[in-house]
């Protein structure tokens, strides 16, 4: 596995070794032990999710102010373009966004760290997504920060108009969202 910085130093992009030949391919796509040492992180994960979403969904920007998760991010079906926003004010990069684009052929992964809002939009007719988190989801702590903000000018692909879920269309922008110190 590879491990590389994003324009904001804490995301990171993981690109496992794939095996591949006429039959197909084999790839371990996690393994704590070599997660730590080349991320240079100590992080347990406690729960794996898994959405299924259609061509255009925008899912986020979604993060917990209490209990926040780190996640470690990938796609086994289809393409996102994924997208971490840092809401950590004590933070350099504090309002600042990466985004990349995961693939089940590209077999790329994101880590986003506790204190990032996250969010995805799906670029295929349809996208299986999973995560591992750090911390169990609390949805009385959930919180949403509004995908397409002036203040993050976030460059989401171009097409139609995202299909939201009703939380999504209604969350907050960032100046009046709860924050990380």
């Known amino acids: 596995m590879q491990v590389f910085q994003t324009d904001i130093p804490d995301v990171l992009v993981l690109e496992p070794k794939v095996f591949g030949d006429e039959r197909g391919y084999f790839l371990e796509s996690f393994n704590q032990r070599s997660f730590n040492q080349l991320t240079g992180l100590d992080v347990q994960f406690v729960q794996d999710n898994h959405s299924h979403s259609a061509q ?18 990938r796609v086994v079906q289809g393409r996102v373009y994924d ?34 809002a996250h969010g995805f939009v799906v670029l295929s007719e349809t996208a299986d997504f999973l995560y591992k988190t750090t911390d169990y989801y609390y949805p009385e702590h959930e919180r949403c920060i509004l995908w397409n903000d002036p203040e993050l000018a976030i460059a989401w692909p171009a097409g139609s108009t995202p299909k939201l879920s009703i939380k999504d269309r209604s969350a907050f922008p960032l100046k009046s969202a709860p924050l990380f110190d």
């Open 83 to 116: 997208v971490a926003v840092d809401l950590r004010q004590s933070s350099a990069t504090f309002g600042r966004w990466t985004g990349i684009e995961l693939s089940a052929e590209n077999f790329r992964q994101l880590w986003i760290p506790p204190g990032f």
């Open 56 to 73: 255009g969904v925008l899912r986020g920007l979604h993060y917990q102010i209490e209990h926040p998760q780190g996640k470690l991010v």
